[in-house]
Nanobody
Framework: VQLVESGGGLVQPGGSLSLSCAASIFTSDDYTIGWFRQAPGKEREGVSCMNNSDSRTYYADSVKGRFTFSSDNAKNTVYLQMNSLKPEDTAVYYC??????????????????WGQGTQATVSS
């Protein structure tokens, strides 16, 4: 499984960024895919995720109403649209995937495969 993130950058508070993750997983019978982030000096945090069993998307409380997870199976890509960004959203964002269907997909132990990460910085 290969995961390649893109789309990070620098944005002012209140702005938006869109992250993409090209993922070679959508042909699998079962999979879970998610976005995580890690800020300097902090633990890695689950941001948003989904599994293909129920196709629901899950969000951390800190991003609900501001971030949107979506997928385009035809393009083998998942996206994280981040709106109303705050300085505390600054982190390296990682795409993660696993060949199994998990409902507790905001926990990082679920995942065997990780992308290289992309930096998102929110600063004035």
């Amino acid at each position: 499984v290969q995961l390649v993130e893109s789309g990070g950058g620098l944005v002012q508070p209140g702005g938006s960024l869109s992250l993409s993750c090209a993922a070679s997983i959508f042909t699998s019978d079962d999979y879970t895919i998610g976005w995580f982030r890690q800020a300097p000096g902090k633990e890695r945090e689950g941001v948003s995720c989904m599994n293909n069993s129920d196709s629901r998307t899950y969000y951390a409380d800190s991003v609900k109403g501001r971030f949107t997870f979506s997928s385009d199976n035809a393009k083998n890509t998942v996206y994280l649209q981040m709106n109303s960004l705050k300085p505390e959203d600054t982190a390296v964002y990682y795409c993660a995937a696993d060949l199994g269907s998990y409902y507790d997909c905001l926990d990082d132990w679920v995942y065997d495969y990780w992308g290289q990460g992309t930096q998102a910085t929110v600063s004035s």
